[in-house]
């Protein structure tokens, strides 16, 4: 049924003070999220990795317990979002892990290292799912991957805005008698805390308590989110209890959802971590020499295409409906072009065929995102879509030390690269085995431009 006027310009209005009023301010959030759990990556070739005597192993074992850490308390931090509401649970969770990334100033060993990230990962345990559900719960699903669209371009913007301010940081080696890489750790940690303090203040839980929105734009976001939960798993069981857990965890399509985001997540966080390192190493291997500035400025290269692509993709699959291949399709690309850059013959020609990895990769995950909450909600939808981060943490613990061991085990990238490839195909072959069983909820040709279906 089309929508009057009246209830269009409603519709307009509401969605368009949404994406200005809240998604912009837990961006930010997360661009400060992903830059101090990704500082690491940055502090290690500029010092830390000799300063400390860390192997490729080691480091990728102090960037990968990062996950475990996470994965430790990740269902529960969501379980509790859904109960004490964002405002309370999103701030917690910022000015907790600010505090522990800033004793990374003071780091002396390998062993305090694996510390501190382990812990960093309990303290920001439940943040990114916990934005997600945040972000699903205020608008319908047809609005939903333009939504996460925006919110998602703070992650490959924070490795274009982060890396070159990160190797700001580290060009100020003995301010305050630290080393250039802990002034990074030191600068990069305090905005967390602050924002921790402004989300208190500034995140409302629901539509019907924003001030800014008027009574109409209220009763539209609250009457459509209503009706579009009714019908899914957790929509008609309001107890924050077992049987919503239950529900979630049972649920075959969440499973299958968490192994697809495995795959994509693999490859994230194997060039997060190891790309800054890889381009160090272009100086030996190309007889070469950058400044720590040109390491950033070229770290942060294939993130801004990125950027572009993940923004154009995701308002291509809101205007036309989500559909398997917007998902499968950069898997595919991902996983063949990765094993391509080791074969490059230049620096230029690396990070060419990288920044199409990193392409493939930010395209595909606001899309993918979308897809749990068109059959969960609630508790079910906080548990489930924790479940399918918690896999994605996996991967990022696997995919951080492994990479680093194959590196120490056979002496280059070849292997690591190779096996990132496989996972993100094999991403794109089960999200297309999901999808030809219906397991998806994505629109037929007659209702792409209606209201995601919900599939039972």
């Not at 190493?281 to 950058?290: L, R």
């Not at 699959?317 to 559909?323: C, F, Y």
């Amino acid at each position: 049924m089309v929508a009057d006027a009246p209830s269009a310009a409603v519709e307009r209005t509401a969605i368009k003070k949404v994406s200005v009023r809240l998604v912009p301010f837990v961006a930010l959030m997360f661009f400060v999220n992903y830059l101090d759990r990704t500082a690491v990556s940055f502090a290690e070739p500029n010092g830390m990795g000799q300063d400390l005597a860390l192997t490729a192993a080691q480091f990728g074992f102090a960037s990968g317990i990062f996950f475990l850490g996470y994965i430790v308390l990740e269902v529960p931090s969501n379980m509790a979002l859904h109960r004490f509401g964002a405002r309370r649970w999103l701030s917690r969770i910022m000015v907790t892990w600010g505090i522990v990334s800033l004793l990374f100033t003071w780091v002396s060993s390998s062993e305090q290292l694996y510390v501190l990230r382990f812990l960093l990962g309990v303290a920001e345990a439940g943040f990114f799912p916990g934005a997600i559900l945040f972000l699903s719960q205020w608008v319908p699903s047809r609005h939903r991957t333009k939504i996460l669209g925006l919110f998602y371009l703070a992650q490959p913007l924070t490795t274009v805005f982060g890396a070159p301010l990160a190797g700001y940081f580290i060009g100020h080696d003995g301010l305050f008698g630290l080393e250039g890489w802990r002034v990074m750790f030191l600068f990069v940690s305090l905005p967390a805390i602050l924002l921790g303090v402004v989300a208190w203040f500034y995140l409302i839980d629901r539509p019907a308590d924003a001030k800014w929105l008027t009574q109409d734009e209220k009763d539209w976001l609250t009457r459509e989110l209503e009706t579009e939960n009714a019908g899914k798993t957790g929509g008609d069981d309001h107890k924050h209890g077992k049987g919503e857990l239950k529900a979630a965890f049972t649920n075959a399509r969440v499973w299958i959802l968490a192994l697809v985001y495995f795959g994509f997540v693999y490859g994230l966080y194997a060039l997060a971590f190891f790309l800054p390192t890889i381009i160090n190493g272009f100086q030996e291997q190309y007889d070469t020499t950058f400044s720590v500035m040109d390491k950033a400025w070229i770290t942060a290269i294939p993130y801004l295409p990125a950027a572009i692509v993940l923004f154009f993709w995701s308002r291509h699959a809101t205007k036309h409906g989500v559909r398997t291949w917007h998902i499968a399709g950069p898997a595919v690309v991902g996983g063949v072009s990765i094993p391509l850059a080791l074969y490059m013959g230049s620096p230029a020609a690396t990070v060419a065929v990288i920044t199409i990895t990193a392409c493939a990769i930010f395209a595909a995950l606001p899309v993918f995102w979308s897809v749990p909450s068109r059959f969960l909600t609630g508790a079910a939808a906080a548990a489930g879509i924790a479940l399918i981060n918690t896999a994605g943490n996996v991967a990022g613990f696997a995919s951080s030390y492994i990479t680093g061991w194959l590196k120490d085990l056979s002496g280059d990238y070849y292997v690591p690269l190779y096996l990132v490839g496989f996972f993100m195909l094999l991403s794109a072959a089960l999200m297309v085995w999901l999808a030809s069983r219906g397991g998806t909820g994505a629109p037929t040709a007659d209702t792409e431009h209606k209201q995601m279906e919900t599939t039972r």
